[in-house]
């Protein structure tokens, strides 16, 4: 191409400035596109730095999901079974891996990426990431709920839980006494199944008994001692009240609000309040005393004396099956899940690493003092169950089990059983 | 676009045609510019509704999940059976049924006074009014769910500090715990973002009324409820029974409000949300369909009972021929 | 005209009063909202305690930019073309529903009360199976033209009605003065029939403005993804806390044009909407 004059060719330059670019970077390092779950900004910082460290090798571009689990799993499970070649990483809610590993949406892990990336990582990430005793995903980020209490109202009740681990019925005897409200997450949401998975594990249960088989054989465990404990415990605390008015739809978000109230007593929830807590301190919403007086604890215990088994969450790396570039994305994603990458999250955006050489790292003990805390919580944490019908399994406990002060040890097992069982038949509705 | 409706081509060789031909050959070219000008908004129409709706069809036949598609397999009307039977596919008709009603009922009411006011408001207050009764009309329903829903919410809404003198109100109302009251907000946001629409309506129906009817009416001693009932009521009732008809297949397509505010929870899951979540949400693309035809079929009977049994002629309501 | 007596004048200033509140408090306790802080959203006043634009500078230029902007663009560009491209095919088809006498005029009146009808989620699902299949899903144009299916009905029905009542004689009568057929057409017909188009293309526009399920189902990226499907995807400072501020602060963002439209538009929007809707 001739041109005349400087000026057309800075003209031409200009305009075609956006067309090259695209050009180069077609020809250039392949584009990788890493889709990642909302986050504080931490997954696109990650995406920036393995960019940078791949060295031209490949670059990768992150796409966001929707803010609630769920809706994640729609929108990758539509566009894998689509076969869709532009996804090359996902970050997954470990329960729903089985789904998208069981039709094969999910890359096979080679052996030795398999075994570097379960070396020293929490058993609960390695669980959550593994489907039919292989390991499917590659864990990131793990995630626990840990008991936070008002050292005030522990006290007042006599209880220490940071010494010596406390019951579900001891805090709902102290928040009743005392007239305050537990923090739980009672609201119609997977929230609602994190509880009640955890209490069923924590009682010596399980959701579902045969996680692995299809769907007209799956046996439902809600109808055992473990069952009816926790329909107990939940029954309670919603027909009394003790979760305060707001338990029917108290998400995660809410729980922490009426923690920090008044009332608030004890409460399970994630790490993220910890350093939510300190933000609204900082913005002069809270007054500062509260997070002095916050403390933090194992998950209740269900029976006395028999460790709880907490709830697993967190994010691991699926691999498209049909990306193009199935090896570079599983070089990129353990670019992502290395140590300093999990550390440098979790002290930004507040996700616990699943690795554990990343709580000896400097910045999260300074931003988590209870790092330890929830390193033990995770290596005692009971995923989810983890099946291709887990969407069913979960909106069936979120039919059955909502609102709080509806459930039954007498009624609600059998409910949930027969509900769920019909919806996996494809007999009925959800 | 050329301004005669004479249309060049099609020139026959016209030399013995007698003047009747011609003319019908003048009404095939007037035919014809017709379909050409209309057609393609005909064809995009057709295409964007009818393929849909009949491959719904086809696949409502199926028991097929998007997660398993080796699975796929003719599985006859057992869909059908398995949705017809289903209680909450009956609590989802139940709940929308009671919305569509109660929500076009008050809205006609509030539509009406609201038209009234309008059309009575002298002419500086009128463009403020209708300015303000078109900023509901305008705003994004799924903004207006949000607006609502904050405002409600047990933590951040205001409503609870501002309405704690009524019974019943208090600072630890949960309004979306509790299926009357989320039915409630629900409604109410509905209703606040709609009114507008029905009040245009009757507004254009209102100044139907030949003004000299209501004023001889005045003159033989007609009380203003008397008007009302007997002069302006009857005069207006094609453009009523057409809002109405609007309103409520709108209405019985509720979704935005409800996924928002309250996902489905207390039982408050409407048609479209159970069509959604079966089909969208768990993937089951064949019980889906199911819903959707058969949430097709209820727009379908809602018209033919509007149209045959209360006799809303959309035709001379809507200025046909 | 009437001249209003003290107490009429006190009526009407209550009515309006309670007109305007009604319309509007919802809208101004969203704004109200989209200016408090993440942290002082759960104290359950109207007003912020501290005023803040935090929520706004996540939005254009915080975390939430990269989610926002593509939204907001795609949101402006696909319902100025779904609205250009209806208002285009239904002039057309409207000026032969009007003009010409053709069979068929009938049908094609009926065909765009049904599609007005059809449930929206009924069609979404098979539409979202035949757009990955021939590649719209995710684009611009696979929103386009189901935003077609809502606004084109509307858009014909309106602009029939408008079009009925122009004077097409004056057209001959400017031919007869010696104007060439297009001069007359332009002289006479269209600054009759522009404001017909415009206050259609205002409706369709704010229909197409309005869709949430399409949005939802038949995309799944910044590249076509619209304003009000990305207010699911919001965010706080952590994936649990609630992103009110945010949603809020996108919320008025969105609500501005409409406001600005109607304020400068009103008559018009009135007079399309009930032209459209019962007069002949």
Redesign the interface.
């Known amino acids: 191409m001739r041109r005349r004059t400087r000026s057309i060719a800075a003209t031409a330059a200009l305009a075609l400035a956006l067309p090259l670019a695209a050009c180069a970077s077609e020809s250039g390092p392949p584009t990788l596109t890493w889709y990642i779950n909302p986050d504080n900004g931490g997954q696109v910082k990650i995406a920036s730095l393995c960019t940078q460290a791949a060295k031209g090798e490949y670059r990768i571009t992150t796409e966001v999901l929707p803010r609630d689990a769920a809706s994640q799993r729609e929108q990758l499970a539509r566009r894998l079974a689509a076969k869709d070649s532009s996804i090359d990483i996902m970050s997954l809610d470990p329960p729903f891996i089985p789904e998208l590993a069981e039709p094969g949406f999910l890359a096979p892990i080679p052996s030795d990426v398999a075994e570097a990336v379960t070396t020293d990582v929490v058993q609960g990430a390695i669980d959550g990431a593994t489907w039919r005793d292989e390991l499917v995903a590659i864990p990131f980020w793990a995630n626990t709920q840990l008991l936070w209490y008002r050292k005030s109202v522990a006290e007042a009740a006599g209880l220490d839980p940071a010494k010596t681990p406390v019951t579900w019925q001891q805090i709902m005897d102290a928040a009743a006494e005392q007239d305050k409200f537990l923090g739980v997450q009672g609201a119609k949401a997977e929230s609602l199944t994190v509880w009640v998975n955890a209490l069923i594990e924590s009682a010596g249960g399980h959701i579902l008994e045969n996680p692995e088989a299809s769907a007209d054989e799956l046996t439902l465990g809600f109808e055992s001692d473990a069952g009816r404990k926790a329909a107990e415990i939940m029954g309670t605390i919603g027909r009394e009240g003790l979760g305060g008015p707001g338990l029917p739809t108290a998400d995660e978000n809410a729980t922490m609000t009426v923690f920090q109230r008044d009332r608030g007593s004890f409460m399970v929830n994630w790490p993220f309040v910890w350093s939510a807590t300190n933000a609204a301190v900082e913005d002069g919403t809270l007054d500062a005393s509260i997070v002095d007086d916050i403390g933090w604890a194992m998950y209740p215990q269900v029976d006395e004396g028999t460790d709880a088994r907490p709830p697993y969450g967190g994010i691991n790396l699926g691999i498209g099956a049909f990306s193009t570039h199935v090896d570079l994305a599983l070089e990129a994603a353990q670019c992502i899940v290395s140590p300093e990458n999990q550390a440098f999250y979790f002290a930004t955006n507040g996700n616990p690493p699943s690795s554990t050489k990343a709580y000896d790292d400097p910045q999260v003990v300074e931003a988590f003092p209870m790092a330890d805390v929830i390193r033990e919580s995770l290596e005692k944490a009971a995923p989810r169950p983890q099946t291709p019908y887990y969407n069913e399994v979960s909106t069936g406990v979120q039919e059955t089990w909502h609102p709080p002060a509806s459930v039954n040890p007498d009624t609600t097992p059998r409910e949930a059983t027969d509900f769920i069982t019909a919806v996996l038949r494809g007999e009925a509705l959800l | 676009?050329?301004?005669?409706?004479v249309v060049p081509g099609a020139t026959t060789s016209e030399s013995d045609a007698p003047r009747k031909a011609r003319r019908s050959d003048r009404?095939r070219d007037?035919?014809r510019?017709?379909?050409w000008?209309?057609g393609?908004?005909?064809v995009?129409?057709?295409a964007?509704?009818i393929?849909?709706?009949l491959?719904?069809f086809y696949?409502s036949l199926f028991?097929y999940r998007?997660?398993?598609?080796s699975d796929k397999a003719f599985n006859g009307g057992q869909n059908y059976v398995?949705?017809l039977t289903?209680p909450?596919?009956w609590q989802a008709f139940l709940v929308t049924f009671v919305i569509t009603i109660v929500t076009v009922l008050v809205e006609l009411v509030l539509g009406f006074l609201?038209a009234l006011?309008m059309h009575r408001?002298?002419?500086q207050?009128r463009?403020?009014?209708?300015?303000?009764?078109?900023?509901?009309?305008?705003?994004?329903?799924?903004?207006?769910a949000?607006?609502?829903f904050?405002?409600f919410?047990?933590?951040?809404?205001?409503v609870?500090?501002?309405f704690s003198w009524l019974p019943g109100i208090d600072?630890?109302?949960?309004w979306?715990?509790h299926q009357g009251t989320s039915l409630f907000v629900i409604m109410a946001?509905e209703i606040?973002k709609t009114t507008?629409?029905i009040s245009?309506?009757l507004?254009?129906?209102l100044s139907?009324v030949p003004g000299e009817l209501e004023e001889a009416a005045q003159v033989d001693g007609a009380t203003w409820w008397q008007r009302l009932q007997r002069v302006v009521l009857p005069n207006m009732k094609?453009?009523t029974m057409?809002?109405v008809l609007?309103r409520a297949?709108d209405a019985?397509?509720i979704?935005?409000n409800v996924?928002i505010m309250?996902?489905g929870?207390?039982g408050t899951t409407v048609l479209?949300l159970?069509?959604?979540?079966?089909?969208?949400?768990?993937?089951?693309?064949g019980?889906?369909?199911a819903?959707?035809?058969l949430?097709?079929l209820c727009?379908i009977g809602i018209?033919f009972v509007a149209i045959k049994l209360f006799k809303v002629d959309?035709a001379s309501?809507?200025?046909?021929? | 005209m009437r001249t209003l007596t003290p107490r009429l004048k006190v009526a009407w200033a209550v009515i309006t009063l309670l007109v305007l509140v009604w319309a509007l408090l919802p809208v101004v306790s969203i704004i109200a909202t989209s200016f408090k802080l993440p942290s002082q959203l759960d104290l359950g006043t109207f007003w912020p305690k501290t005023w803040t634009t935090t929520n706004y500078e996540q939005i254009f230029v915080g975390s939430a930019k990269d989610l926002f902007l593509p939204a907001l663009r795609n949101s402006i560009g696909i319902s100025l073309i779904a609205t250009f491209v209806a208002v285009v095919l239904a002039t057309l088809a409207a000026y032969a529903i009007a003009r010409l006498d053709f069979r068929g005029k009938k049908l094609i009146l009926t065909t765009a009360l049904g599609v007005s009808i059809f449930p929206v989620i009924s069609i979404v699902t098979p539409l979202f199976n035949l757009w990955r299949n021939i590649g719209l899903y995710d684009t611009w144009l696979g929103l386009i033209i189901p935003y077609l299916s809502l606004t084109l009905p509307i858009s014909i029905w309106t602009l029939a009605a408008f079009f009925r009542q122009i004077p097409w004689e004056l057209e001959q009568a400017a031919q007869v003065d010696g104007a060439t057929s297009w001069q007359a057409f332009r002289k006479a017909i269209v600054p009759l029939a522009a404001p017909g188009v415009f206050t259609t293309a205002l409706i369709a526009f704010f229909i197409a403005w309005n869709d949430f399920v399409y949005g939802i189902s038949l995309t799944s990226t910044s590249a076509a993804r619209p304003v009000p499907a990305a207010l699911a995807f919001f965010t706080g400072a952590s994936q649990f806390e609630e992103p009110t501020g945010a949603i809020s602060a996108a919320a008025v963002v969105v609500t501005v044009p409409v406001v600005i439209l109607v304020l400068l538009f009103q008559r018009q929007i009135v007079s399309g909407l009930t032209q459209g809707a019962v007069k002949g």
């Open positions: 676009m050329t301004s005669s409706t009404a007037e035919a510019l017709g379909w000008l209309a393609p908004a005909f995009v129409m057709l964007v509704t393929y849909p709706i491959q719904a696949d028991s998007l997660t398993a598609p398995v949705v289903d909450v596919f609201l006011v408001a002298i002419t207050l463009g403020v009014l209708r300015t303000a009764i078109l900023v509901p009309y305008g705003i994004i329903t799924v903004v207006s949000f607006a609502w904050y405002a919410d047990i933590n951040s809404g205001f609870n500090h501002w600072a630890d109302l949960n979306f715990a946001s606040w507008p629409f245009l309506l507004l254009a129906g139907q094609a453009a057409v809002a609007f297949l019985f397509r979704f935005d996924f309250t996902n929870a207390n479209s159970l069509a959604y979540r079966t089909s969208i949400g768990r993937l089951e693309i019980l889906g369909s819903i959707s035809v949430l097709f727009v018209c959309l309501a809507r200025g046909e021929g």
